[in-house]
């Protein structure tokens, strides 16, 4: 599965920013699809998935409430839609999948990435 996320951006705190993330190649819809977010010099943060039947979502308890995650397996697509974003948000965001079935939040659980797209939120 190759990953492309999209989307980031700069906003000002309080807006919103919706990410995508295109995949391509076979079986996407077998795979937990996870968001992260990282700032330099710190590790990579989990921030939301949801899993490949889309009944379970998990959030970090950072966004829960602001972020929202979804996917259309039939067109190879995951979102993370911001709202109310504050300037804690800002980092690289990056989609990951993972074949775990369960509550996947950290980094070596998932095997395929996308290269990552920056979300700027200015105060």
């Known amino acids: 599965v190759q990953l492309q996320a999209s989307g980031g951006g700069s906003v000002q705190s309080g807006g919103s920013l919706r990410l995508s993330c295109a995949a391509s190649?076979?079986?996407?819809?077998?795979?937990?699809i996870g968001w992260f977010r990282q700032v330099p010099g710190n590790e990579r943060e989990f921030v939301a998935e949801?899993?490949?039947?889309?009944?379970?979502?998990y959030y970090a308890d950072s966004v829960r409430g602001r972020f929202t995650i979804s996917r259309d397996s039939a067109n190879n697509m995951a979102y993370l839609q911001m709202n109310s974003v504050i300037p804690e948000d800002t980092g690289v965001y990056y989609c990951?999948?993972?074949?775990?079935?369960?509550?996947?939040?950290?980094?070596?659980?998932?095997?395929?990435w996308g290269q990552g797209t920056l979300v700027t939120v200015s105060s």
């Open positions: 949801i899993s490949w039947n889309t009944v379970n979502k």
């Open positions: 190649g076979p079986n996407f819809s077998s795979y937990g």
């Open positions: 990951a999948a993972t074949p775990t079935t369960g509550w996947a939040i950290r980094p070596y659980e998932y095997h395929y």
